[in-house]
């Protein structure tokens, strides 16, 4: 069976600096992998994808993948009190329209 | 681009009705959409995968004659909770995947359902 595991949190970190979650996964065949902001109240927004090891940088964002240990992780840079969410991680491992096997999400709290 | 919409946004209604919710792909066309559950502070759950023109593919446990969807075209899906009852009362969350682009997914904006 296929799984997606996050530490739940909540995770604070004071305003301004760098908030690392992170994020492991079962399936070694496993192709892409998406983080979701989730808001209280709101539904999921993706932030990020990632397809191949190494960094990916999207503005204060940096998703990064290591497939042979089978993480993923999301660094935000510059921690503002508004990137305080609900973090998922997905995970695509193929199979057509199978969709995605998410996390349970980090509450990541941002302190002003 | 990937813009989803759902509607109603918020509905209430009596137990015993039936409630129909929509779910469209604005500016995509859609091959799969999904049906997710949300209860407050908990995670999401997938309830159903919905292929364009093919009977919907409904997760362990989510009673199919309960939740009837229907993806009647590539930029619609309907989901109706038939006689619903108080614990059904949930946010009830769809999303969609592009065409040739089946892993991301783009998700509306939800549905609340409060049932009396």
């Known amino acids: 069976q296929k799984e997606v595991e996050q530490n739940s949190g909540p995770l604070s970190v004071p305003e301004g600096a760098i908030a690392s979650l992170n994020c492991t996964y079962s399936d070694r065949g496993s192709q892409s992998f998406f983080w979701y902001r989730q808001y209280s109240g709101k539904s999921p927004e993706l932030i990020m994808s990632?397809?191949?090891?190494g960094d990916k940088e999207d503005g204060r964002f940096t998703a990064q993948l290591n497939k042979a240990s089978q993480y993923v992780s999301l660094l935000i840079r510059d921690s503002q009190p508004s990137d305080s969410a609900t973090y998922l991680c997905?995970?695509?491992?193929?199979?057509?329209?199978?969709?995605?096997?998410f996390g349970k999400g980090t509450h990541l709290i941002i302190q002003p | 681009g990937a813009v989803v919409s759902q509607h109603p946004s918020r509905v209430i209604c009596k137990s015993g009705t039936s409630v129909k919710i929509e779910c469209r792909s604005l500016?995509?066309?859609?091959?799969?959409m999904f049906w997710y559950r949300q209860f407050p502070k908990k995670s999401l759950m997938l309830m159903a995968t919905s292929n364009e023109g093919s009977k919907a593919t409904y997760e362990q446990g989510v009673e199919k004659d309960k939740f009837l969807i229907n993806h009647a075209s590539l930029t619609l899906s309907t989901l109706t909770v038939t006689s619903a009852h108080p614990e059904d009362s949930s946010f009830y969350i769809c999303s969609a995947s592009r065409q040739g682009l089946s892993e991301t997914q783009y998700f509306g904006p939800g549905t609340r359902l409060l049932v009396l």
């Open positions: 500016d995509f066309q859609a091959t799969t």
């Open positions: 997905a995970v695509y491992s193929g199979g057509g329209a199978d969709g995605l096997t």
């Open positions: 990632i397809y191949s090891n």
